[in-house]
C-alpha cells in the first residue's frame, strides 16, 4: 500500500463488507417495491422529502438536501412530474427561483406505497436488530453521515445529538 493508507483491521473489514452488502444487496431489493410503478428510491426518496413540506420546496434547497447535481435533480423531477406526482412553478417573490410541490396525485402515490416500501426496511435491516443494536446503528450511521454532510455542498451537517434534516419517512 502506497500513500500511508493503512489496512483494515478485522473488525473494519468485517464492518466494511456489510455495509457494503447492504448497499448491493439490500437497495437493489428495496428497489424491488418502486420498480413496478416506474420509479427507483431516488425518486421516491424526491417524493418523500417534497411530501414533508408542504408549501413546496425550492429546487436548489431539494438538490442540497438529497446531495444531487441540479442537472440530475432536473431529469428525475421531469419524470416525477410527467407521472403527475410534483408540480413546478416560479416563486411569486423571485422570478428566477422553482418551487418544487408534490401533487394529490404524488401523496397518494406515496401513502399506497410507504407501507410496502417500510415493510421491506423492517424485514431487511430492523427485524434482524434488537432495541440496542438499533440504536447503535442509529449513532454509527448517524456520526458517519454527519461527517459526510459536511463534505457535500449544500448539505447541512445536523448539530451534534440532533436528528438528521431529510426525509423522514423513505
Same mark, same amino acid.
Given at each position: 500500500?502506497? *500513500?500511508?493508507? !493503512? !489496512? +483494515?483491521?478485522? /473488525?473494519? !473489514?468485517?464492518?466494511?463488507?456489510?455495509?457494503?452488502?447492504?448497499?448491493?444487496?439490500?437497495?437493489?431489493?428495496?428497489?424491488?417495491?418502486?420498480?413496478? &410503478?416506474?420509479?427507483?428510491?431516488?425518486?421516491?426518496?424526491?417524493?418523500?422529502?417534497?411530501?414533508?413540506?408542504?408549501?413546496?420546496?425550492?429546487?436548489? #434547497?431539494?438538490?442540497?438536501?438529497?446531495?444531487?447535481?441540479?442537472? !440530475? +435533480?432536473?431529469?428525475?423531477?421531469? $419524470?416525477?412530474?410527467?407521472?403527475?406526482?410534483? @408540480?413546478?412553478?416560479? *416563486?411569486?417573490? #423571485?422570478?428566477?427561483?422553482?418551487?418544487?410541490?408534490? /401533487? @394529490?396525485?404524488?401523496?397518494?402515490?406515496?401513502?399506497?406505497?410507504?407501507?410496502? &416500501?417500510?415493510?421491506?426496511?423492517?424485514?431487511?435491516?430492523? *427485524? &434482524?436488530? #434488537?432495541? #440496542?443494536?438499533?440504536?447503535?446503528?442509529?449513532? /454509527?450511521?448517524?456520526?458517519?453521515?454527519? $461527517?459526510?454532510?459536511?463534505?457535500?455542498?449544500?448539505?447541512?451537517?445536523?448539530? $451534534? =445529538?440532533?436528528?438528521? /434534516? =431529510?426525509?423522514? @419517512?423513505?
Amino acid at each position: 500500500m502506497t *500513500d500511508g493508507a !493503512r !489496512r +483494515l483491521d478485522d /473488525t473494519e !473489514r468485517r464492518a466494511w463488507m456489510s455495509l457494503l452488502a447492504i448497499v448491493l444487496v439490500g437497495f437493489p431489493e428495496l428497489e424491488r417495491t418502486f420498480r413496478p &410503478h416506474g420509479l427507483v428510491h431516488v425518486e421516491y426518496g424526491l417524493l418523500a422529502a417534497l411530501g414533508n413540506v408542504g408549501e413546496g420546496m425550492r429546487m436548489s #434547497d431539494l438538490a442540497g438536501q438529497m446531495n444531487m447535481s441540479p442537472s !440530475r +435533480l432536473s431529469h428525475r423531477m421531469r $419524470k416525477l412530474v410527467d407521472l403527475g406526482y410534483v @408540480e413546478i412553478s416560479g *416563486d411569486a417573490c #423571485d422570478g428566477r427561483v422553482s418551487i418544487a410541490r408534490v /401533487t @394529490e396525485a404524488g401523496r397518494e402515490f406515496v401513502e399506497r406505497v410507504a407501507p410496502a &416500501h417500510l415493510a421491506d426496511v423492517r424485514r431487511l435491516i430492523f *427485524d &434482524h436488530l #434488537d432495541p #440496542d443494536q438499533t440504536a447503535a446503528l442509529a449513532d /454509527t450511521l448517524g456520526a458517519v453521515a454527519s $461527517k459526510l454532510g459536511e463534505s457535500c455542498p449544500g448539505t447541512a451537517a445536523a448539530p $451534534k =445529538g440532533s436528528p438528521q /434534516t =431529510g426525509p423522514r @419517512e423513505i
